[in-house]
């Protein structure tokens, strides 16, 4: 009977990305080459709700694209968004949000901030910032990144890195629309529209963030919309400024267990040099003929993933062990 206690898992969460849900007709991606399927994502929401109410879950991390920028032109941006957190609220539990370009296709920053996708009451956050933490066990941080803190989306001239954001695109896509990749090479596919980057305050949050984590001997999830690592990723996905985010992961690898991000649909895995583990999850959007979500637990020495669909299994060893007997 103890060594099956010593199973039970400690906390357990979801994981989804780009659900990328509108009441549309199947359409294609920006450059037409992957089927995008709207209205099924939401079928394969409702999959994915009733198997973490079977699993009992105890909250979900929704890492991004919750609904398509088509909701917009179609004028249905409330209607669709509120129909996919009704298949949330089903589950009655937290559901931690990070925010994707189809966020801001649909909403200004300003209303996403008291929006149910904002930062909890509960959470961490700097004053008037979409980045945050939580500790979601006593030995399990949960940090999340605001991807498109410098951006063109979402935002007026106003903004205080509007400036920031323009220019950056500005010094290397030369393409008639900043939403092409066209003539970039190599890294230089990520300075994209539709794609943004942190700001300097958010680095150094991050990293105060991790230091207090390792005081405190906790394990470290960081979340963000876009991927940070090049081998999990295609280039044209990648946060514009990856390598300063890769730079505090590193420099904290003590307590950080592993980086989940979406927007890239293929999904993709690998190992920093660090051994940080970098997971993209694959988009429901574009799910042919599985549903790509995966399913947590903690236990006392690592953290386990179950995937589901084109989402692999993973096992992370803690940095920190539970000790048996705690909660």
């Known amino acids: 009977m103890a060594s099956i206690a010593r199973r039970l898992p400690h906390y357990k969460f979801g994981l989804i990305a780009d659900v990328q849900y509108a009441d549309?007709?199947?359409?294609?991606?920006?450059?037409?080459?992957?089927?995008?399927?709207?209205?099924?994502?939401?079928?394969?929401?409702?999959?994915?709700?009733y198997v973490w109410k079977k699993e009992k879950i105890d909250s979900v991390l929704q890492l991004g694209d919750i609904i398509d920028g088509k909701c917009?032109?179609?004028?249905?941006?409330?209607?669709?968004l509120q129909r996919v957190l009704n298949q949330f609220n089903e589950l009655q539990k937290d559901v931690?949000?990070?925010?994707?370009?189809?966020?801001?296709?649909?909403?200004?920053?300003?209303?996403?901030?008291?929006?149910?996708?904002?930062?909890?009451?509960?959470?961490?956050?700097?004053?008037?910032?979409a980045y945050y933490s939580i500790d979601l066990h006593q030995r399990l941080r949960l940090v999340a990144l605001d991807c498109y803190e410098?951006?063109?989306?979402?935002?007026?001239?106003?903004?205080?890195?509007?400036?920031?954001?323009?220019?950056?695109?500005?010094a290397i896509n030369q393409n008639d629309t900043w939403n092409s990749p066209e003539g970039l090479v190599g890294l230089e596919k990520r300075f994209v529209k539709y794609n943004g980057g942190c700001s300097t305050r958010q680095i150094?949050?991050?990293?105060?963030?991790l230091a207090a984590a390792k005081r405190?001997?906790?394990?470290?999830?960081?979340?963000?919309?876009?991927?940070?690592?090049?081998?999990?990723?295609?280039?044209?996905?990648?946060?514009?400024?990856?390598?300063?985010?890769?730079?505090?992961?590193?420099?904290?690898?003590?307590?950080?267990?592993?980086?989940?991000?979406?927007?890239?649909?293929?999904?993709?895995?690998?190992l920093d040099e660090s051994g940080i583990h970098h997971?993209?999850?694959?988009?429901?959007i574009e799910a042919i003929d599985n549903n790509p979500f995966g399913t947590a637990y903690l236990y006392d020495n690592e953290l386990e993933i179950k995937g589901n669909?084109?989402?692999?299994?993973?096992?992370?060893?803690?940095?920190?062990?539970?000790?048996?007997?705690?909660?």
């Open 24 to 49: 549309s007709d199947n359409g294609f991606n920006f450059s037409r080459t992957n089927e995008r399927f709207y209205r099924r994502s939401l079928t394969l929401l409702k999959e994915a709700v």
């Open 72 to 80: 917009f032109s179609e004028k249905k941006s409330d209607i669709c």
């Open 96 to 129: 931690y949000h990070v925010w994707g370009n189809h966020e801001l296709y649909n909403f200004e920053r300003k209303f996403l901030m008291t929006s149910e996708l904002g930062p909890k009451e509960e959470c961490y956050s700097p004053p008037d910032c």
């Open 150 to 170: 410098v951006s063109l989306l979402g935002v007026d001239k106003s903004y205080r890195y509007f400036d920031q954001a323009w220019n950056t695109l500005g």
């Open 204 to 209: 150094q949050w991050l990293d105060e963030e």
């Open 216 to 270: 405190r001997k906790q394990n470290v999830i960081v979340i963000g919309h876009l991927p940070v690592l090049e081998s999990s990723a295609h280039a044209a996905n990648l946060l514009w400024n990856f390598d300063e985010v890769l730079q505090v992961l590193k420099a904290n690898k003590d307590c950080v267990l592993c980086y989940f991000s979406g927007h890239d649909h293929d999904g993709g895995f690998d």
């Open 279 to 284: 997971i993209t999850l694959a988009g429901v």
């Open 309 to 327: 669909g084109s989402v692999p299994d993973f096992c992370i060893d803690l940095k920190y062990p539970i000790r048996t007997g705690t909660s």
